[in-house]
């Protein structure tokens, strides 16, 4: 009987252990900003999501609009707030927007780019860490939208 609950402790440790140590690595800066005037590519692994490349299965819509560009920016980094995000960087018409998860504490970051010719928001939305994000990052993105969309 000992045993067994020592094996069963010694599981849980070593599971906490383990989202603690992804927890701690997830506050690395990830290479961010962008890349040839667009939002960079998302990897192969299913933690990510973007507008700017149709066609991947990473593929998000970007936000449209229809206001005036400032009223539509100030709308965006207002969306952001009540989604729970921090505002981290602004620099023109790029936004860099970090999450961070409730219980394990992750990271993720959402990086936006306004196409003032497109009247569109291009968005990106990663984790920093793990393989999959089990669709997290789509639906911020959609609470994101819908949130922008009611202003």
């Not at 620099?91 to 992750?106: D, E, I, K, N």
Request: charge should be neutral.
């Amino acid at each position: 009987m000992k045993i067994l609950l020592y094996t069963v402790i010694g599981i849980f440790f070593t599971i906490g252990l383990m989202l603690a140590i992804l927890s701690i690595s997830s506050r690395k800066q990830p290479e961010l900003g962008l890349f040839n005037g667009q939002l960079r590519a998302c990897p192969a692994s299913p933690n990510c999501v973007c507008s700017e490349f149709a066609g991947k299965n990473s593929f998000v819509e970007p936000l449209n609009y229809s206001i005036a560009h400032a009223d539509a920016w100030g709308s965006v980094k207002q969306a952001i707030i009540t989604t729970g995000g921090e505002l981290v960087t602004e620099q023109g018409a790029y936004l860099h927007a970090r999450y961070v998860t409730p219980l394990m504490r992750y990271v993720d970051d959402m990086e936006m780019r306004m196409d003032e010719d497109a009247h569109v928001i291009h968005v990106r939305s990663a984790s920093r860490v793990g393989h999959s994000d089990m669709g997290a990052n789509r639906e911020r993105v959609e609470r994101m939208r819908q949130t922008f969309d009611r202003q």
